[in-house]
């Protein structure tokens, strides 16, 4: 099994900055792609930002010019740098990685999430 350890969270007043870090860990064969999920209380999980295996980053509008996504493909780590947090980027943030697995049956394909790291921004 693939295992996920975030870490990094933390209280950040307005404008402040935070750094994110995910680990993947286990029988990991190879990664797709390792993206940044956030859910605000009563709100629906929402993808933050994703990072292809090549590297190529995609980000959702609210946080373009603020977040910036990495990775680094011999660690298996995906790292999220947010900057000028606001409150409304206040939430629990998860770590989602897809990818290939080895197994005692073979090679499969597998999705983990991370147990979530709680970010809050206020004065």
């Known amino acids: 099994q693939v295992q996920l350890v975030e870490s990094g969270g933390g209280l950040v007043q307005p404008g402040g900055s935070l750094r994110l870090s995910c680990a993947a860990s286990g029988s990991v064969f190879s990664i797709y792609d390792m993206g940044w999920y956030r859910q605000a209380p009563g709100d629906q999980r929402e993808l933050v930002a994703v990072?292809?295996?090549?590297?190529?980053?995609n980000y959702a509008d609210f946080v373009k010019g603020r977040f910036t996504i990495s990775r680094d493909n011999a660690k298996n780590t995906v790292t999220l740098q947010m900057d000028n947090l606001q409150p409304e980027d206040t939430a629990v943030y998860y770590c989602?990685?897809?990818?290939?697995?080895?197994?005692?049956?073979?090679?499969?394909?597998?999705?983990?999430w991370g147990q979530g790291t709680q970010v809050t921004v206020s004065s």
């Open positions: 989602k990685t897809r990818g290939i697995q080895t197994t005692r049956y073979g090679k499969t394909d597998f999705t983990s």
């Open positions: 990072i292809t295996g090549g590297g190529i980053p």
